[in-house]
């Protein structure tokens, strides 16, 4: 494709469940990140992959967030047992190699939990 | 730790002006700079990279600067146009792989 794409758009659970989201980045990019945008916050970021590694999860807001990737390619960030404060727009970007390259974000995924 | 401030937090402009965006930074340690904008429900469209040894970057009606030593980049808009209308985010890269983001401008182009 010719840009970053997530899945789901946006999705509603309740607190509790657990939720999956998806991300595509560009082809041929080796780097893959995620941030998280709360209502009225600046981007926050959560991890980022080097091909298939995770070389920094500091970012992440508790063990209920975990994330992988595969392939090199799609990643998945899956956020357990949600709580209220998950609410967020969870944005996905991805670049050519680690080190100086720019970014490119996909439109988002928007958590809504209840 | 990397703080990035972006004054002012909403602006509004009649069509035509010419305007400024600011962006501050705590630590010149900085490997990079990037403006985006981003528009009401959507995700991030990048505008400029301005690695660290660079002092600007232009794209049409768009100019970037960096100045490391004061911790400071502005975005400069020529002849702004109502389709300028959307948050205008700066972010950048230290010693770490992340992005460090500020809060955004809001910027409003009035026809």
Same mark, same amino acid.
């Given at each position: 494709g010719a840009g970053v794409s997530q899945s789901p758009s946006n999705k509603v659970t309740e607190k509790g469940k657990d939720v999956e989201l998806r991300c595509d980045p560009i082809s041929g990019h080796t780097a893959l990140y995620w941030y998280r945008q709360r209502l009225g916050q600046g981007l926050e970021f959560l991890i980022y992959f080097q091909g298939n590694s995770a070389?920094?999860?500091?970012?992440?807001?508790?063990?209920r967030f975990s994330a992988e990737r595969t392939g090199e390619s799609v990643s998945t960030l899956t956020i357990q047992r949600?709580?209220?404060?998950?609410?967020a727009v969870y944005l996905c970007a991805s670049s050519l190699?680690?080190?100086?390259n720019e970014q490119f974000f996909g439109p988002g995924t928007r958590l809504t939990v209840l | 730790k990397q703080e990035v401030t972006q004054i002012p937090a909403a602006l509004s402009v009649p069509e035509g002006e010419n305007l400024v965006l600011n962006c501050s930074f705590t630590? +010149?340690?900085?490997?990079n700079l990037q403006w985006f904008r981003q528009d009401p429900g959507k995700g991030l469209t990048s505008l400029l990279l301005i690695q660290s040894s660079q002092r600007e970057q232009t794209s049409g009606r768009l100019n970037a600067s960096l100045d490391k030593s004061s911790g400071r980049s502005t975005l400069y808009i020529a002849? +702004?146009?109502?389709?300028?209308?959307a948050t205008y985010l700066c972010a950048l890269r230290g010693g770490s792989e992340k992005l460090v983001f500020g809060k955004g401008t809001k910027l409003t182009v009035n026809p």
């Open positions: 070389p920094d999860k500091s970012g992440l807001p508790s063990d949600t709580q209220q404060e998950d609410s190699a680690i080190s100086n | 630590d +010149s340690a900085i490997y002849a +702004s146009q109502p389709g300028d209308s």
